[in-house]
């Protein structure tokens, strides 16, 4: 190579590597603000696969019923389960949503998680009750069969009762229109 | 005397744990086997600690089942099994080499190899500019002509 050209690219060489690295964390800095991108985000080892084998009671007191992985099956459409607790700030923050899936038509079936009966009651009884079925994990053994790290934190059966997506965190607006819908969308089709 | 006993009694006092004594089982061996797999087990909540130095709730949760599961006669690798079954690659300490991980793995060899390649490059270089070179045929020749001319 002629040394000129190859002093020319010597230098251009850093600010090539600098422009990749800036690129890199804009896209970063993107994920971070849409929610694509977690740092600290658990991935879910089921994606893909059928719902753990469990039984749970019902939230004592609500008229809703209890469900269990033989609920899951056969459902024909997709369904969302949602693990949620009265002590949790940030299903508050979600609850609206969920309201807003259940006006849509969307089954949310809900899981209360290490909660009292009474405590997740009031909560429902306050914010509005978007589930079609509840059951209660007050031990939170089957939230760990899910691979549930913290709540809220839902997961989306398509029709065959397949887990194709899973949200740790809040669902907001953003979440919704972003992954949601475009989801129920797919799977209801 | 109670200095030095107070002293002895600092430097030999084990790390804590977030372990509370109620959840120890009573067998030490079985007890030192749950501790052992817990200390591979990331804690999912607060990410940079196992499972055994966690005080979160979950860590709490997750180290009963090891226990239990220790104490049903499971094998280390089953007790990992069930967790990374359910939590994958993320909740061992340690993750396994997958398609997934291979990159994770492989970056140390991978980082080594470059930096030997660039040494290598640099030696070379370093070899061209040294010392001089001898000269081809055609200057050779052109050295004579100048040589043999008046």
């Known amino acids: 190579m002629n040394p000129v050209w190859r002093k020319r690219a010597l230098l251009g060489l850093p600010l090539l590597a600098a422009g990749g690295a800036g690129l890199g964390f804009l896209a970063m800095l993107r994920g971070l603000s849409t929610g694509n991108y977690n740092p600290h985000g658990v991935p879910s080892a089921l994606l893909g696969k059928a719902p753990p084998e469990f039984t749970l009671p019902a939230l004592a007191g609500s008229p809703q019923p209890a469900f269990g992985s033989a609920e899951l099956r056969g459902l024909g459409r997709p369904v969302l389960v949602n693990f949620f607790a009265s002590w949790c700030v940030p299903c508050i923050i979600e609850h609206p949503q969920l309201m807003a899936l259940q006006r849509a038509g969307v089954p949310v079936f809900g899981v209360a998680y290490k909660d009292k009966a009474a405590d997740a009651l009031a909560f429902l009884a306050r914010r509005g009750n978007p589930f079609q079925a509840l059951a209660a994990d007050e031990p939170g053994r089957v939230a760990i069969d899910w691979g549930v790290y913290g709540v809220p934190e839902s997961y989306l059966l398509d029709r065959q009762g397949i887990i194709r997506w899973r949200w740790a965190g809040p669902i907001t607006e953003d979440t919704m229109s972003a992954e949601l819908q475009p989801l129920l969308r797919r799977y209801s089709a | ?150």
């Open chain 2, 1 to 150: 005397m109670r200095r030095l006993l107070l002293l002895a009694a600092l430097l030999l006092a084990g790390p804590a744990l977030a372990l509370d004594p109620a959840e120890q089982l009573r067998d030490p061996g079985q007890e030192e086997r749950a501790r052992a797999i817990g200390r591979e087990l990331r804690c999912l909540v607060c990410q940079n600690q196992s499972i055994e130095d966690s005080d979160a709730d979950l860590a709490r949760d997750l180290r009963r089942i090891v226990r239990e599961q220790v104490v049903a006669g499971r094998g280390d690798a089953e007790v990992m099994d069930f967790l990374y079954a359910r939590y994958g690659d993320f909740v061992l300490l340690r993750p396994r080499l997958s398609a997934a991980t291979v990159l994770l793995w492989a970056t140390p060899v991978l980082a080594l190899g470059a930096g030997l390649l660039l040494v290598l490059a640099m030696r070379r270089r370093a070899g061209v500019a040294a010392g001089p070179q001898p000269l081809s045929p055609e200057e050779q020749a052109r050295l004579a002509r100048l040589e043999r001319a008046p």
